[in-house]
């Protein structure tokens, strides 16, 4: 009678286990993942009294999208910008230091990142020393112009809506033996430069400050531009001196009502972030993506639009039912990629809300 009740037991029992164990495993892997690039960021030296930038970047290594709900720093002289949309799962995202040295010395600032992927917080290590004046620029201001030398060649404004007046700036050094006078070319008229000091002393530093007027931008999603540094009197324009400018403008979501939202299109991914591999002879490398509608109205795909010239895209469908499919090609010019700007991703901007921008990361193998 025992050995009938065990053998019923298990008859019963075993189909019950292998119903709920892909439940628990579904529950337990459906989830974002913050994973920081470093937990100490080691800046080496800041100019006292000088307001410096840096990034902090990250990648949801999980399989949700990651929302970064806060990032906290320990100490006021540091304003802390976040991103405002979802990570996409294997995607990258950055956190924005603007740090104000007030005092000499070494520093080790903590930057406290809460997001929907725990309910304990994240903690990324800022760590340096404040000096009355930097000496070594080289690692800091990469870019040489000759006369001058630049922090970067590149200018960002993410997820800009219709009436934002964000700002932005660019890093200069003097490494001349007279004064320098800056001066931008070519500025659209969506931009004003300010230039702080007007005047950089021989081996000083210096800003221009670039403001945006979002009403005056054209288009939804991309809008990019080549402005250009005036290095000498009568200076021309050229690759050299040119600072790649790009401005993100995001659709408003504001006028949707309850029931619009909660049946919204939801675009989904076969993979955000992709590895082309080495050319190896060929002219281009191509790879397909696939996206799926998971909401519950059309999708529609507004722009597709690249940050390099290396890369062009092919959209089988700009509109997506829901529950259905479609192709996105990526190919990668072997011929542009050399000495082109601009980061090597894609971009779609759609009418989902909770993926009004979605990156598409690319990268390719450099060949020995």
Known sequence: MEHSQTNLTKRYLLPLLLLVAPCFLSVVQAQPRFVP????????????????????????????????KKAKASCGCIDVATPKSPIAPGARGEITLTFDAKLLGSFYKEVEVTTNASTDPSYIALQGTVVSEVHDYSGEFPIDLGNVRLMSNTVEFDDVSRGDHPTAELRILNSDRTAFRPELMHLPPYLAAEYLPEDIPAGKTGTIRLTLDSEKLSALGLNQTSIYLSRYMGDKIGETNEILVSAILLPSFANLSETELQNAPELTLSESSVEMGAFEGKKSLNHTILLTNTGGSDLNIQAVQVFNRAISVKLSDSTIRPGKTTKLKLSVSKRYLEG?????????????????????NVEVKSEE
Do not use: C, H, W
């Not at 937990?39 to 999208?65: H, M, Q, W, Y």
């Open 37 to 68: 690039d470093t937990d100490i960021k080691k800046v080496g030296e800041v100019e006292f009294n000088v307001a410096k930038r840096f990034s902090l970047g990250f990648t949801n290594k999980g399989d949700k999208p990651l929302l970064v």
């Open 340 to 360: 082109s700007k601009g980061r090597m991703r894609a971009m779609l901007i759609t009418n989902a809300p909770n993926q009004a921008k979605q990156y598409i």
